[in-house]
């Protein structure tokens, strides 16, 4: 399944004990309503509370026969709006959301002036230098250990990440970060979005050496990250 959702009343992706609302949970419910049996989502990655999607993948098995157009429409009919089931298609046995990835882009969206459709973005005080986000970025290119960018400490037992493009843009009214990387620890993409926002060149290098973020640096505004797509071979 591909699919997209905002994320601003959801507790994140991860189906969680407790009875908290989370994206995972609702497409389990309606898909056991649907195939009337119990079922198992897994994803590509685990957004957290209020981060939206555009291209968030999962994938399940079923015993049952419905067609991947009929599901999809069955699901889409009871899912709340907030979510949506771009797509389902059949997979190989050997396919899993998350384990066959290659690699995952996330945008961060910003607001130089507050905005009506704020919940989809963040909003940035001054107009920033896209040229300086940009080198600066430039840094965050191949391997590094993204721990001091992780709120987790559990992603410190493995936190080397491959980032294949950082690039900062200016659209009308909107700035829009986008990073690819083969995978991402839990909040970074936020912490990266604050630190360059704030980084001179050499700042973002000088954080991946010493394991140490300036004081201050807190993760961006949720509402303004997306998981924009999933890569697959």
């Not at 507790?11 to 309503?33: D, F, H, M, N, S």
């Not at 899912?79 to 050997?94: F, G, Q, W």
């Not at 410190?156 to 620890?185: D, H, K, M, Q």
Request: hydrophobic fraction near 40%; charge should be positive.
């Amino acid at each position: 399944m591909t699919i997209e959702y905002d994320g601003t009343d959801f507790y994140g992706w991860q189906k969680q004990p407790g009875g908290v609302r989370t994206v995972q949970g609702e497409i389990e419910a309606v898909l056991a309503r649907v195939l009337q049996e119990p079922v198992k989502i897994n994803g590509a990655g685990r957004t957290d509370s209020g981060v939206h999607a555009r291209g968030q993948v999962a994938n399940f098995r079923t015993g049952s026969p419905m067609s991947p157009c009929r599901l999809s429409c069955a699901l889409n009919g009871l899912l709340p709006p907030s979510i949506r089931i771009r797509s389902v298609d059949e997979a190989p046995d050997t396919f899993h959301a998350r384990f066959s990835a290659l690699g995952r882009e996330y945008r961060y969206v910003m607001t130089e002036r507050p905005t009506a459709f704020g919940r989809y973005a963040g909003c940035c005080r001054e107009a920033p230098d896209i040229d300086l986000l940009n080198r600066c970025s430039a840094e965050l290119l191949g391997k590094h250990d993204f721990s001091v960018f992780s709120r987790d400490a559990r992603d410190g037992r493995n936190a080397v990440c491959a980032v294949y493009s950082a690039v900062w843009g200016r659209g009308t009214e909107r700035i829009v970060f986008r990073i690819s990387a083969n995978r991402f620890l839990r909040t970074m993409v936020r912490f990266l979005v604050s630190a360059l926002l704030c980084a001179r060149e050499g700042d973002i290098s000088a954080c991946l050496r010493s394991g140490v973020l300036p004081q201050g640096i807190v993760p961006a505004d949720p509402s303004g990250l997306f998981l924009w797509r999933v890569h697959y071979p």
